[in-house]
C-alpha cells in the first residue's frame, strides 16, 4: 500500500521533467533519425500535399557528396585537430607554473579564467577589430589606412616600415590558411580557461609526496612534469581532451563571432562554414532530410571520437 | 685528515646549496615571465576593447594606434545603445533569463529530489537513459524542436525561447548528486516526525543545496546572456530579439571600414554584466563548470 503510494508520488514529481522531456528530446530523436532516413524529406513539401518519401539512405550520399559538406568537413576537423592540442598543452604549462608560485596566484589564477565568462560573438568581434586593416587591399598600390593592432605590432618588431609589410588576415583577399589562423587563436584563447581550471584542480590533489621523493632523487623539474605530473594529471587530461574535441566538432559561433554570418572573408562567403553551420543552412532551405542526415553523421563522428579517445586513454591513463 | 674531509663535504654542500638556490631563482623567474607573458595576451583583446571603444573614429584610424584614448569620447556608448537598440534586448534577453531560470529551478528540484530520495520502478534505468541524451549534439534536437515550435505557433514569441531549454539533464545530475550528500537520517527523521515529502523538501534539501542552486542559476542566466542560434532560429523580430542576436544584427559587417568605436562599445556594454557576474560570483561560476565542460 505505502510502496504504490511512493511510485505514485514519485511520477508526479516527475512529471514536468517527463512531459517536457518527451517533446522536447525523446520524440526529436525518433523524428530526426526517421527524417535522415526518407529521401528528400522537406516540411514544405509535405504540407504541400500527399506526397511519399522513398526510404533510402538518399540524404546521406546527397549530403556527404555535396561540395560543401567536404569543405565543412575538412574545416571542422581541422580546427580540432589543431586547436585541442594547442590549447591543451598550453594550458597545461600554464596550470603547472600557477601551481609552483607563492604570490600573485589568485590574482593571475582570476585573470586565466576571465576569458570564459565572456559572449563568444561579442568578443569574436574585438579579435576581428584586432585583426581588421582598413583601406584599399589588393590593388596594385595599396593605400591603407590602419593597419590594425596585430598587424602593427608585427610591423614594429620586424622592424619593417614598407607599406607593403603587413599580412592580410580576415580582409577581402586573404589567404584560408591566414583566416584559419585566426580561428585558432581565437579558439585557443576561449578554450583556455575550462581546461586551465580542471588540470590545475587536478594538480592540487595530487599527493605532495611524489613532489618530496623527486626532490630527495633531485630530479630536474622537465623529468617531475613529464614522469610525475603529467600520469598523475592524465584522468584530467583525458577529460579535457574529449570534451575538446566535443565542443570543437561543435565549432559554430565563433566563426560567426569573427567572420559574421557570411562564414568568411567577403570575397569568398561560407568558406570557414562549419558541420553544425551546414545543419542550419539545410534547415533554413527546409531540406530536413538533409539537416538529420547531417545531424546524424556529426553524432556518428562525435561518437567514433569519443570512443578512441577513451580507449587511449584507457591504455595510457594512469589511475 | 677526517677533520679536512668533513669540511670538505660541508663546503661542497654549501656550493650546491648556492648554485641551486640560484637555479631556483632562476626557474621561478622564467615562470613568472611566462605567466605575465600569457596574463597578457589574456587579457589584450579586454584592453583593446575597452580603449578602442573610448576614441572617437579619427584616433582610432591612426597608425600607430595610440595606447590610450587623448579625447575620451564617451559619446560611442550613447551612439551605440541606440544603434543596436540595447535597451530594448536588455530587457528581452533579462524577462526570457530569469522566467526561464525561474521555472528551470523548480522543475530541477523536483526532479532531482524523485531521483535522489523517492523510490520507484525503473529509476536507475531512467536515470541512466538522461544521462545517455547527454552525448547527442544539440543540432539533432533543434531540427526537430524548429518544426515542433512552428506547428505549435510559437514562432517569434517568449514561450519559444524558454520552454524548450527548461529541463536540463546536467543541472539535475548536479543536483541529484548534492541531494545524496545530504545524510538520510534527516529524511528518516523528518519522515518519523509526520513531515511531508513536499514540505522536507523545501525546507532541508533545498537550503541544504543552495550553492548547486546558485551556480545553476548564473549558468542558466548566462546561457540566456550567451544564446546564439535557436533565437535567430526562431525570434529574430524586433519584439523579441535577445541580446546577442541583436548585436551581431546591428553590426553585420565585421571587416573593411566599420565604425569600429561605436561597435566596441556596444560590445563593451553586452560584456559588461558577464564581467560583474565574474567580479562578485566567480566562486559558484568556477565549481559549476568544472563539473561540466559546456559553456554557458
Known amino acids: 500500500m505505502v510502496e504504490s503510494k511512493q511510485q505514485w508520488k514519485a511520477w508526479l514529481y516527475l512529471a514536468p521533467a517527463i512531459v517536457l522531456l518527451l517533446i522536447f528530446t525523446v520524440w526529436p530523436i525518433i523524428n ?34 555535396h561540395p560543401d559538406f567536404l569543405q565543412a568537413m575538412k574545416n571542422t576537423i581541422l580546427l580540432c585537430l589543431i586547436t585541442v592540442p594547442v590549447s591543451t598543452i598550453l594550458a597545461l604549462l600554464i596550470a603547472v607554473a600557477l601551481n609552483a608560485i607563492g604570490p600573485l596566484r589568485k590574482a593571475l589564477q582570476t585573470i586565466f579564467f576571465l576569458p570564459y565568462v565572456t559572449n563568444s560573438i561579442a568578443i569574436g568581434m574585438v579579435f576581428a577589430a584586432m585583426f581588421n586593416v582598413i583601406g584599399s587591399i589588393g590593388t596594385r598600390r595599396p ?89 598523475l594529471l592524465s584522468p584530467m ?52 532530410g538533409g539537416a538529420s542526415a547531417a545531424a546524424l553523421i556529426l553524432f556518428g563522428i562525435i561518437l567514433v571520437v569519443t570512443l578512441i579517445n577513451l580507449q587511449v586513454s584507457k591504455k595510457r591513463v594512469h589511475y | ?54 576614441k572617437s573614429l579619427a584616433e582610432y584610424r591612426l597608425s600607430p594606434p595610440t595606447l590610450f584614448p587623448v579625447h575620451v569620447m564617451l559619446s560611442n556608448y550613447a551612439e551605440a545603445f541606440t544603434t543596436a537598440n540595447l535597451g530594448r534586448l536588455f530587457m528581452n534577453t ?52 524548429y518544426s515542433t515550435v512552428i506547428s505549435l505557433g510559437w514562432l517569434n514569441s517568449y514561450t519559444v525561447l524558454i520552454v524548450p531549454f527548461l529541463v536540463s539533464i546536467f543541472y539535475i545530475y548536479l543536483l541529484r548528486q548534492n541531494f545524496l550528500q545530504i545524510p538520510n537520517e534527516l529524511y528518516l527523521a523528518a519522515k518519523v516526525d ?55 544584427n546591428a553590426f553585420t559587417d565585421t571587416t573593411g571600414d566599420v565604425n569600429y568605436p561605436v561597435q566596441m562599445a556596444a560590445v563593451a556594454l553586452v560584456s559588461l554584466p558577464l564581467f560583474l557576474v565574474f567580479v562578485f560570483l566567480r566562486k559558484y561560476i568556477m565549481s559549476g563548470v568544472s563539473r561540466s565542460g559546456i559553456k554557458g
Not at chain 2, 522566467?99 to 530541477?108: K, P
Not at chain 2, 530520495?117 to 544539440?138: S, V
Open chain 1, 237 to 288: 587530461i583525458a577529460y579535457v581532451v574529449i570534451t575538446g574535441f566535443i565542443g570543437g566538432f561543435k565549432e559554430y559561433t565563433s566563426i560567426v563571432g569573427i567572420f559574421g554570418e557570411n562564414m568568411g572573408p567577403v570575397h569568398d562567403a561560407g568558406r570557414l562554414n562549419t558541420m553544425v553551420g551546414l545543419i542550419y543552412d539545410s534547415l533554413e532551405l527546409d531540406n530536413q
Open chain 2, 1 to 54: 685528515m677526517a677533520e679536512s674531509m668533513k669540511t670538505m663535504r660541508e663546503k661542497d654542500m654549501r656550493k650546491t646549496s648556492v648554485y641551486q638556490k640560484f637555479f631556483h631563482v632562476l626557474s621561478q623567474g622564467g615562470i613568472y615571465l611566462f605567466l605575465f607573458l600569457m596574463a597578457l595576451v589574456v587579457l589584450f583583446p579586454f584592453y583593446w576593447m575597452v580603449i578602442s571603444s573610448l
Open chain 2, 94 to 145: 533579462m524577462y526570457v533569463g530569469l522566467v526561464s531560470t525561474l521555472l528551470s529551478l523548480v522543475i530541477t528540484i523536483f526532479t532531482a529530489f524523485a531521483f535522489a530520495r523517492l523510490q520507484f520502478k525503473g529509476k536507475e534505468l531512467l536515470f541512466a537513459a538522461l544521462l545517455a541524451t547527454m552525448m547527442i549534439p544539440g543540432e539533432l534536437f533543434t531540427i526537430t524542436n
Open chain 2, 194 to 248: 509526520g513531515t511531508s515529502d513536499f514540505k522536507y523538501l523545501w525546507k532541508v534539501m533545498v537550503p541544504l543545496s543552495l550553492p548547486t542552486l546558485i551556480s545553476i542559476t548564473i549558468l542558466k542566466m548566462m546561457g540566456a546572456w550567451n544564446s546564439y542560434i535557436w533565437p535567430r532560429l526562431v525570434a529574430n523580430d524586433e519584439e523579441h530579439r535577445m541580446i546577442t542576436n541583436g548585436l551581431r
Open chain 1, 32 to 65: 530526426t533519425v526517421s527524417m535522415a532516413f526518407l529521401e528528400g524529406y522537406s516540411g514544405l513539401t509535405k504540407a504541400g500535399g500527399d506526397v511519399t518519401f522513398k526510404i533510402g539512405l538518399g540524404n546521406f550520399i546527397h549530403v556527404v557528396g
Open chain 1, 143 to 231: 593605400v591603407i589606412v590602419s593597419y590594425g593592432i596585430v598587424n602593427d605590432i608585427i610591423r614594429l618588431i620586424s622592424g619593417n616600415s614598407d607599406p607593403k609589410n603587413f599580412i592580410n588576415f580576415i580582409n577581402t583577399g586573404s589567404s584560408y590558411e591566414m583566416n584559419m589562423l585566426v580561428m585558432v587563436i581565437y579558439i585557443v584563447w576561449n578554450a583556455l580557461p575550462f581546461k586551465i581550471l580542471v588540470l590545475l584542480g587536478g594538480l592540487q590533489s595530487i599527493n605532495k609526496q611524489y613532489y618530496d621523493a623527486a626532490k630527495v632523487d633531485s630530479a630536474p623539474r622537465w623529468r617531475v612534469l613529464t614522469r610525475i605530473t603529467v600520469p
